[in-house]
């Protein structure tokens, strides 16, 4: 309630002038209205703007516009979101877009645009350093705002870091495109990538070709090689698995079928006979070269075999 003295009131009486069918407030009185609503409006976020967004999950400490945010805490537009060298931020927005937001990151949401009925024609925002997860929700006109360049959004998910002036985009699905230093680039394919500077646009090229350049992913995305982070919902298909498989299959000689098995050799062959002497003769084992004796005719050299 305010609380007015008698010079004041009487000001107040003589700004007011009834007019036939309602009251008249003088422009000064009009002007000091508009302030003191502003600075309510000012004051309240709640006032200034229904909420556009929820917090799904907020690990570490996360900020937007001085609050920090926990989980289901309500996003505002011009809301800048901020976190801390540890925090993670995951977000939906009312048309179904989501946002992650990486440590040591800062973005503004500066645009929501609805066109009636709660349907949301355009989205922008603006990151100016850290690492981020975006997934567009059903509707068309997404953008997202760097230092160096603007990424163009349609039905997509993709991993996008802003570092050391340069900006690196992964994508997972659907189409992203990027222009920056005067030349633009469209990423198509899943588990490509591209980065973009003041300098120009790179080709796309799949990202185990970076990683065989030495690409460090811990570093250019560090939100795809730490994924256990993230709820569910925010969670996509790990290029790093792919590659993991593909060089696996590259390292990995080719299996072949067993050969049949080689048929059995002939048995082996028994102990070879003990040394002697020769037998000249047609008697067994040494008798051949005996004595020869009356009774027994194989004993003996004898003579030469008849066939």
Avoid at 65 to 79: A, E, I
Wanted: overall charge positive; hydrophobic content about 35%; charged content about 15%.
């Amino acid at each position: 309630m305010l609380n007015l003295g008698l010079k004041s009131r009487d000001r107040l009486r003589e700004s007011v002038r009834t007019r036939p069918g309602g009251v008249f407030m003088s422009p000064m009185h009009r002007i000091a209205t508009i302030l003191l609503f502003g600075t309510l409006i000012a004051s309240n976020p709640a006032i200034a703007a229904a909420p556009i967004g929820t917090t799904v999950s907020a690990s570490m400490t996360v900020s937007a516009g001085g609050r920090v945010l926990q989980k289901s805490s309500p996003l505002f537009f011009n809301d800048v979101v901020r976190t801390n060298a540890t925090g993670l931020g995951q977000f939906e927005f009312d048309d179904g877009t989501k946002l992650a937001v990486g440590p040591s990151a800062s973005v503004t949401i500066d645009k929501f645009i609805y066109k009636g009925q709660r349907t949301v024609g355009q989205t922008s925002i603006q990151a100016s350093k850290g690492a981020f997860r975006y997934i567009s929700g059903a509707f068309a006109g997404h953008k997202v705002a760097t230092p160096y360049g603007t990424i163009g959004i349609r039905g997509t998910a993709f991993d996008f870091t802003i570092r050391n002036g340069k900006v690196y985009i992964l994508l997972f699905r659907g189409n992203v495109s990027f222009c920056g230093g005067g030349s633009c680039k469209t990423l198509k394919r899943g588990c490509d990538f591209l980065v973009g500077g003041r300098g120009g646009v790179s080709n796309p090229q799949p990202l185990s070709s970076g990683i065989d350049s030495g690409l460090n992913i811990g570093q250019v995305f560090p939100l795809l090689a730490n994924q256990q982070r993230f709820t569910s919902q925010f969670r996509q298909g790990s290029c790093l698995s792919r590659i993991a498989r593909r060089t696996l299959d590259i390292i990995s000689p080719t299996v072949q079928a067993a050969a049949p098995p080689e048929p059995p050799g002939p048995p082996p062959s028994g102990p070879p006979a003990p040394a002697g002497h020769s037998n000249s003769g047609f008697g067994n084992g040494e008798e051949g070269n005996g004595t020869p004796e009356a009774n027994n005719p194989g004993k003996g050299s004898g003579g030469p075999h008849s066939p």
